[in-house]
């Protein structure tokens, strides 16, 4: 048979029903069909089987037909690569028919590249009873037997013949590659499984233990084996099999993992699920796992690459600190540390008081650890005006992640240290009063924090046990005076005065009194 799209040319030889491919020369073979042809037993579960090999490129639609009309709902096992470069591909359909089925006319139907045309092979349904099914099953396993072993001794003869006329040619044309004739499989075996994607979480927590899986599910060999891979940049490393003994299929000429790194295997009927079990640092991180379903005799090699492995480590929280640099000095600058976080993406970090939240006032400071990890430092600065109650508290709320509970510290006035008692000099005065001149008597208050206080003068005249708080008036003026910051901004400073006529003030006491909430 020749295909005249262009495609390619297909030799064959049909031998006792048997459609044999011998040599595929070009970019792309047409497939083959071949369908096991045996009675149905009546009220008996019955498969259909359609078998397609020898095509290439591993694209291709194979559907079931029941009288012209599509069938649905039956397995089929993914294409497999044969060891001449083609593909083979199994379809089955099950179904339990009845004598009212007779004569329905089956049909397995291919679209590939390689065709004009799609191809289709039909199978009439005869129903027999089981003695007949007995006999008639025998004479065409024979019958099959014999042709395909005949078709083998051809096939073997022709390649050898070929492949030497072949050496000759390609030495003075260089071209693609021979695709040699696909593996036979015995009449009425099929492969037909589906292969999971990789399964795990999404991020693995840095030192935290972590499975992911893959799973084989379907009628496959018994002695399958899969290997794991880790891929990340140059790395290519293989865990070992956490058996006693390991079979050929494991054996691999890539170096095995770092110790921990482990694959279990559970087989339950007909699903085969291998797991590889890790502890992630720092170096798996962007990484990818790839699993490997291996079986040489039958030609498979079933990939599966998980996504990306996201690393992440939650940050240790610090507790709020006051810094001891103020700048600006009427600014306190509280401050708190995330430790040992990853990634370099620096979390959420808001900042409250009474209430009210805000963001941090600077861009938070990152810096790299020893171990690949990040230090994130994040300041707010509240005006020193605004601190005036010590069951005032500040609050900081990181979230490092959508999914993960904020973490969250408060300070509160009292307990950051800020609070400092006024300093209340003596009440100076001057050396010498004239008589009947007002007189000016001074305090000095400072180092308190916050810088509100409150200053009260009393007079005690002569012989009198109780002071009497003055005010202005036409006998004296008070002037509490203004909080000013200190150098260093973390305290104030403040001078009181008192000026009073002395005509009538000989002998009598003056007090300065000074309220603060550090007192």
Not at 166 to 174: I, S
Not at 297 to 314: G, H, L, M, N, Y
Request: proline share 8%; with cysteine; net charge negative.
């Amino acid at each position: 048979m020749a295909n005249m799209g262009g495609w390619t040319d297909i030799w064959a030889l049909r031998l006792g029903g048997l459609l044999l491919p011998l040599l595929f020369l070009g970019t792309a073979a047409a497939p083959m069909i071949s369908i096991l042809r045996q009675p149905a037993v009546g009220d008996t579960e019955t498969s259909l089987l359609c078998h397609v090999e020898g095509f290439f490129p591993k694209e291709v639609d194979v559907v079931w037909l029941r009288d012209g009309q599509v069938l649905k709902g039956f397995p089929c096992s993914s294409p497999q690569r044969n060891l001449d470069g083609t593909f083979t591909f199994t379809m089955t359909y099950t179904f339990t028919p009845t004598h009212k089925d007779a004569g329905s006319v089956f049909s397995c139907r291919v679209h590939h590249m390689a065709l004009r045309q799609p191809l289709k092979e039909d199978i009439p349904l005869d129903i027999r009873g089981s003695t007949e099914v007995d006999h008639t099953s025998t004479m065409i396993s024979a019958v099959l037997g014999i042709g395909i072993i005949t078709g083998i001794v051809v096939i073997t003869i022709m390649k050898q013949k070929s492949r030497s006329s072949r050496q000759l040619q390609f030495q003075d044309d260089p071209g693609p590659a021979p695709v040699r004739s696909p593996v036979l499989r015995p009449p009425g075996w099929a492969v037909s499984y589906s292969v999971s994607e990789v399964q795990g979480p999404e991020r693995c927590l840095l030192g935290q233990e972590v499975t992911l899986s893959c799973s084989m599910e379907g009628t496959f060999p018994e002695d399958v084996a899969v290997t794991w891979e880790r891929i990340h940049s140059k790395d290519r490393m293989v865990p070992e099999i956490d058996k006693e003994q390991e079979s050929s299929e494991h054996q691999t000429l890539l170096p095995a993992l770092p110790p921990g790194w482990r694959v279990t295997e559970e087989k339950a009927d007909t699903r085969f699920t291998s797991s590889l079990t890790f502890t992630p640092t720092l170096q798996d991180d962007r990484a990818r796992v790839r699993c490997c379903f291996l079986h040489k005799v039958e030609s498979i090699k079933e990939e599966r690459v998980s996504p990306e492995i996201q690393v992440w480590a939650q940050p240790q929280v610090s507790e709020i600190q006051v810094l001891p640099e103020w700048d600006p000095r009427d600014k306190v600058p509280f401050a708190v540390q995330l430790h040992n976080f990853y990634p370099r993406e620096v979390p959420q970090i808001q900042w409250g008081c009474d209430g009210i939240w805000s963001w941090g006032e600077d861009p938070a400071q990152v810096d790299n650890n020893a171990d690949g990890t990040f230090t994130a430092t994040s300041i707010w600065r509240l005006p020193s005006w605004s601190l005036t109650r010590p069951e005032l508290r500040v609050r900081v709320c990181i979230q490092h992640s959508p999914g993960e509970p904020p973490r969250e510290r408060e300070l509160s006035l009292r307990a950051a240290g800020l609070l400092q008692p006024p300093e209340v000099s003596e009440i100076s005065q001057p050396e010498s009063m004239a008589t009947g001149k007002g007189v000016t008597l001074r305090c000095h208050i400072t180092g308190h924090f916050p810088g509100e206080l409150s200053v009260t003068w009393l007079r005690k005249g002569k012989g009198e046990a109780t002071a009497v708080i003055l005010e202005d008036s036409a006998e004296c003026r008070v002037e509490p005076g203004m909080a000013v910051l200190a150098r260093d901004g973390k305290s104030f400073q403040q001078q009181t005065g008192l000026t009073c006529w002395m005509s009538r003030d000989q002998g009598a006491e003056y007090i300065c009194r000074v309220g603060h909430l550090a007192l």
